[in-house]
């Protein structure tokens, strides 16, 4: 049966079960307010990126500073299985660092709507143009991967960016790029652009999203729908402002429309350890809501949730723990409790109630939490008081099926 969830059959554009992630925890992550990585740091961060299995891993730009372009250099001396890229200015002066560091490839950006053009670098696209031409044909004389980028494409003429990319295709760049650097697309601008843009050139389409207007993981997974091949992504999301696409929550999505893909490609169970590690090196904790590793992602608390989860997890839960090496947990310490998932507690004590009796205490329980919030100790106490004061006719246990076992015993 086909996953409903995923690509339909008949979109012969997607690239949502072959889609590569370009990791900038490295890059855009540095630029997140928080973050500062030591080069110890930055090669923990980048083993554990490679482990995981990201297919690429951008760093810093290493005219940043000379920390930068040494750090960017002993990354490269790592002999990662991922292919490692720098991200610079579409400038010479840049390029020509850029491909001394030992890197797989290098990213080349600028901005071509009228607010950068006017107010960050003064460029016109004629400039643009020809300064992309270079340092395209500079870097891929060297025998390195080059991918050009505009900076806040979806506030640049369209004209203007079909006739770039055209010219950067023309003259074979291996990829090129589409930023929504101010975080301001919704997902159907998302598959307009991308899928004119598939029109226009031959080679491989990423993109970068921020998530100022919290679009960021749709509009990746639109993207991939529309033909765009890879996604920048960052660990918790970190990056400049509120970020860009998180790899965690990408991956929720991806591993929703094509679990063998994602499973056969990446390490899902680092994701948790990999997380806390930026988290910890930029001093944040891992929100609550986090997909998959918040800590509540998996935890059911409603009794009408409960008890249908008890019978079959997928009734409420589309990504199965397991998956990412965790484990559900039922909430059963609360007045929304039902008499389902207070059974299933008895019976974890190993205590024998029939269903009235467990409706009985569950009441009990719901009460006291009208009162006040419950924890496990509490209900625990509720139900072994109740299942001590039973007479002897009322306990299930006194009844069960094998007495003569249990009149041994004594
Ligand atoms: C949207 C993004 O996230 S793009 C990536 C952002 N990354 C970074 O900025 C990396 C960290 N940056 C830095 O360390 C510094 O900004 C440097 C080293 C790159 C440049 O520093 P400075 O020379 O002091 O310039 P400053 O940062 O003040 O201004 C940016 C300069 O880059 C130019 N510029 C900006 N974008 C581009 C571009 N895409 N291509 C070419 N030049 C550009 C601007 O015109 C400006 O040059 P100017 O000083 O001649 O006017
Ligand atoms: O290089 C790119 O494609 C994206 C640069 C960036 O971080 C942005 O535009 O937000
Ligand atoms: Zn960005």
């Given at each position: 049966m086909s996953n409903p969830y995923g690509p339909n059959p008949g979109d012969y554009l997607s690239n949502v079960r072959s889609f590569q992630l370009i990791e900038s925890t490295l890059r855009e992550g540095e630029q997140f307010a928080n973050a500062f990585f030591s080069t110890e740091k930055k090669i923990e961060i980048a083993k554990a990126l490679d482990d995981f299995g990201v297919d690429y891993i951008e760093l810093t730009?290493?005219?940043?500073?000379e920390q930068s372009r040494l750090d960017c250099e002993a990354i490269c001396k790592l002999g990662l299985k991922a292919k490692i890229l720098t991200h610079i200015r579409c400038h010479m002066d840049d390029a020509r660092v850029a491909v001394e560091t030992g890197v797989d490839g290098v990213d080349v950006v600028i901005g071509t709507s009228s607010f950068l053009r006017e107010?960050?670098?003064?460029?016109d696209m004629s400039y643009i143009t020809n300064s992309a031409v270079e340092v395209i044909e500079f870097v891929k004389s060297k025998g390195i991967e080059i991918r050009f980028s505009s900076e806040d494409s979806f506030r640049s003429d369209i004209v203007d960016l079909l006739n770039i990319y055209r010219t950067v295709d023309k003259i074979g760049v291996n990829r090129v790029g589409i930023a929504d650097t101010v975080g301001c697309a919704n997902p159907r601008q998302v598959y307009e652009l991308v899928k004119t843009l598939k029109s226009v050139v031959s080679c491989d389409i990423e993109c970068h999203f921020h998530n100022d207007t919290g679009c960021a993981i749709a509009n990746a997974y639109t993207a991939l729908e529309a033909g765009a091949k890879l996604i920048d992504v960052s660990v918790l999301g970190?990056?400049?402002?509120?970020?860009?696409?998180p790899l965690g929550g990408l991956m929720a999505r991806m591993i929703a429309a094509d679990r063998e893909y994602v499973l056969g490609k990446y390490k899902l169970h680092k994701l948790r350890d990999l997380e806390n590690l930026v988290a910890d090196a930029v001093q944040?904790?891992?929100?609550?809501?986090?997909?998959?590793?918040?800590?509540?992602?998996?935890t059911h608390k409603a009794g009408i949730h409960a008890k249908a989860i008890l019978a079959n997890p997928s009734t409420y839960e589309i990504l199965n723990p397991a998956d990412f090496g965790l484990t559900r947990y039922i909430?059963?310490?609360?007045?929304?409790?039902g008499w389902n998932a207070i059974k299933s507690r008895v019976d974890q004590l190993n205590l024998n109630l029939t269903d009235d009796q467990c409706k009985e205490v569950t009441a009990k329980i719901k009460l006291m939490g009208d009162i006040r919030p419950l924890n496990i100790d509490d209900v625990d106490s509720i139900i072994k008081d109740f299942h001590a004061d039973l007479k002897p006719s009322e306990d299930k246990s006194e009844q069960s099926e094998e007495p003569e076992v249990k009149k041994q015993k004594v």
């Open positions: 730009s290493p005219v940043a500073s107010y960050s670098h003064g460029k970190i990056g400049e402002r509120n970020g860009i696409t944040v904790n891992v929100p609550f809501n986090n997909p998959i590793t918040g800590f509540c992602a998996f909430h059963f310490a609360n007045r929304l409790t």
